[in-house]
């Protein structure tokens, strides 16, 4: 059911930045794009989403393509603890939340020390 | 944002016996979801539960198997019934958060649950 596509795993060193990216062809117009990551052990958290715009928060920031069928989540400065499974995740904006989160296998970034 | 409990943090259950999972949410919400995460997979989606109705079952799962609760806006319950080792997964429970224009999910620490 997922409607987008990542790379099964990907590596980094610390320090350095991260670009993890998706595919989502078949965005809809009312699509907002979510990216959520799952720490070893944890429940996913909540990262960052957008709709058109590149948008920033303290801990990632959100590259999409202008014809929004990809996007690209940026770790500025990868840490140890960025070690996770990361989520890129489409919802309708107009179900008012009540759409279900589909995570696909997500993307498995490695830190390296 | 919203900060969510889950007890017990992990159980070992016989087969054929049940174990209820607690989820408790720090502000009131509307919305609560089960997620089921299986040994090195993503996660599925339970059930949805809204305070006051009936919990709206995903495909492939049933009302007998996995009874939910709603009594409030800060509590629910998920029952895993009759137990067998393909139960054996994780269990969570999250909250919709509207941030902004968008609605944002915040998960549980999940319940680990093994079935011998």
């Known amino acids: ?113 | 944002s919203a900060v969510i409990s889950q007890k017990p943090s992990r159980d070992i259950c016989q087969r054929g016996t049940s174990l209820t999972i607690q989820c408790q949410v720090d502000s009131q919400v509307t919305m609560m979801f089960w997620y089921r995460q299986q040994p090195g997979q993503s996660l599925t989606l339970i059930a949805t539960a809204n305070q006051g109705s009936e919990a709206t079952y995903e495909s492939g799962f049933v009302i007998d198997k996995f009874p939910i609760s709603r009594p409030n806006l800060t509590f629910s319950t998920l029952t895993v019934s009759n137990m067998s080792p393909e139960d054996s997964s994780i269990y969570l429970c999250s909250v919709e958060v509207q941030g902004g224009a968008a609605y944002e999910q915040y998960f549980g620490p999940g319940t680990r649950l093994t079935v011998t």
């Open chain 1, 1 to 113: 059911d997922a409607k987008t596509t990542q790379p099964n795993s990907m590596e980094s060193n610390e320090e350095e930045p991260v670009h993890l990216p998706c595919n989502h062809s078949t965005i809809s117009g009312t699509d907002y794009i979510h990216w959520y990551r799952q720490l070893p052990s944890q429940g996913p958290e909540y990262v960052i989403h957008g709709l058109t715009s590149n948008v920033n928060n303290r801990m990632a920031s959100l590259a999409i393509a202008e014809d929004r069928k990809s996007s690209t989540l940026i770790l500025h400065r990868a840490t140890l603890r960025d070690a996770a499974v990361y989520y890129c995740i489409l919802r309708d904006s107009t179900q008012g939340g009540s759409e279900k989160l589909v995570f696909g296998k997500g993307t498995k970034l490695t830190v390296n020390p």
